[in-house]
C-alpha cells in the first residue's frame, strides 16, 4: 500500500513527484508543446507555469493509474498487491473534485503559476 491517504500526501509522495517528474519531461515538449513551453518560460520566475486545471488533471491521471482494492470485490488476502483502498481513492477523488469546483467557482481554474 502506498503511504498517502490524502490528496495533499499523494501530492507530495515520491510515487507522485517521479511521476509528474516523467509525466512534465522532455517528452512533454512532443506531447503538448504548448504546455512544456509555458512551464520553461515561468521557470525561470521559479513558478511551476502549469494551469491548475492541469495540474488537477495531472491528479486525476496518477490517482486512476493506481491500483485500487475493492473490499465487496477483491481477496483480502491480496490487499498487499493494491496501492490504494478504494476509501483512499474516493477520499482523494473527492478532494480533487472540491479543489476543482473551487478554482472553477473563483475563476482561477486556467491561471497559471501554481
Same mark, same amino acid.
Given at each position: 500500500?502506498?503511504?498517502?491517504?490524502?490528496?495533499?500526501?499523494?501530492?507530495?509522495?515520491?510515487?507522485?513527484?517521479? #511521476?509528474?517528474?516523467?509525466?512534465?519531461?522532455? $517528452?512533454?515538449?512532443?506531447? @503538448? !508543446? /504548448?504546455?512544456?513551453?509555458?512551464?520553461?518560460?515561468?521557470?525561470?520566475?521559479?513558478?511551476?507555469g502549469s494551469t491548475h486545471n492541469e495540474t488537477i488533471e495531472d491528479w486525476?491521471? #496518477?490517482?486512476?493509474?493506481?491500483?485500487?482494492? $475493492?473490499?465487496?470485490?477483491? @481477496? !483480502? /488476502?491480496?490487499?498487499?498487491?493494491?496501492?490504494?483502498?478504494?476509501?483512499?481513492?474516493?477520499?482523494?477523488?473527492?478532494?480533487?473534485?472540491?479543489?476543482?469546483?473551487?478554482?472553477?467557482?473563483?475563476?482561477?481554474?486556467n491561471d497559471t503559476g501554481c
Amino acid at each position: 500500500m502506498k503511504d498517502f491517504n490524502t490528496l495533499s500526501e499523494m501530492y507530495n509522495s515520491r510515487e507522485y513527484q517521479d #511521476f509528474i517528474s516523467e509525466k512534465l519531461g522532455n $517528452d512533454l515538449f512532443l506531447s @503538448n !508543446p /504548448e504546455r512544456a513551453e509555458r512551464i520553461a518560460e515561468y521557470a525561470e520566475d521559479g513558478i511551476n507555469g502549469s494551469t491548475h486545471n492541469e495540474t488537477i488533471e495531472d491528479w486525476r491521471e #496518477f490517482l486512476e493509474s493506481l491500483n485500487t482494492f $475493492d473490499s465487496e470485490y477483491d @481477496n !483480502p /488476502e491480496d490487499i498487499v498487491n493494491y496501492d490504494i483502498t478504494m476509501d483512499t481513492y474516493n477520499i482523494i477523488n473527492e478532494q480533487i473534485n472540491q479543489s476543482e469546483q473551487w478554482h472553477i467557482n473563483n475563476g482561477s481554474i486556467n491561471d497559471t503559476g501554481c
